[in-house]
């Protein structure tokens, strides 16, 4: 089952203190994510973290999927859950869709969240997209071979835009 793109979301107290130090980390801020002044995304290879001032609690959250779904799936495998999801309109942005705050056994916050347009093929084909070029950054980061990174690419461009 698809539960969506996972990433963490912080609360910071100081937005730019934080993606500096993050930045020394490797993590790149992603430019268009995020709200100007109240919230940023940093990013290595697959790895990206929300950076939230003034709003949100510490979670990890997953997007793009269908979380009346997920929902429904964990309620069949009897697990005790909070709240339930639900559908809004988001009239900044334009954009429709649906959230879920869960909590797991220790409290950790585990939001669920899709707007409608992370459900188009063509946002989903953006997406494997870019889970490629974040996957040759993490091998290159890993020190990969000239030989896999050569395969790797091979790969890519044979099946990256099916």
Not at 37 to 66: T, Y
Request: aromatic share 10%; net charge negative.
């Amino acid at each position: 089952m698809y539960v969506g793109a996972a990433n963490l979301c912080l609360r910071v107290t100081d937005l730019e203190k934080s993606i500096r130090f993050y930045a020394a980390l490797g993590l790149s801020q992603v430019d268009g994510e995020g709200v100007a002044g109240v919230s940023a995304v940093v990013r290595r290879g697959n790895f990206s973290i929300f950076l939230m001032l003034k709003f949100g609690e510490d979670s990890l959250n997953f997007r793009g999927a269908d979380v009346f779904d997920i929902y429904e799936h964990l309620r069949g495998k009897k697990l005790e859950l909070k709240g339930k999801p639900e559908r809004y309109t988001n009239n900044e942005q334009g954009d429709d869709g649906a959230a879920w705050m869960a909590y797991d056994p220790d409290g950790h916050g585990v939001y669920f969240n899709t707007h409608l347009r992370e459900t188009t093929p063509e946002h989903r084909q953006e997406r494997v997209r870019q889970l490629l070029q974040n996957t040759e950054q993490d091998l290159v980061d890993l020190g990969a071979s000239t030989e896999c990174l050569d395969a790797f690419r091979e790969v890519v461009a044979k099946f990256g835009s099916d």
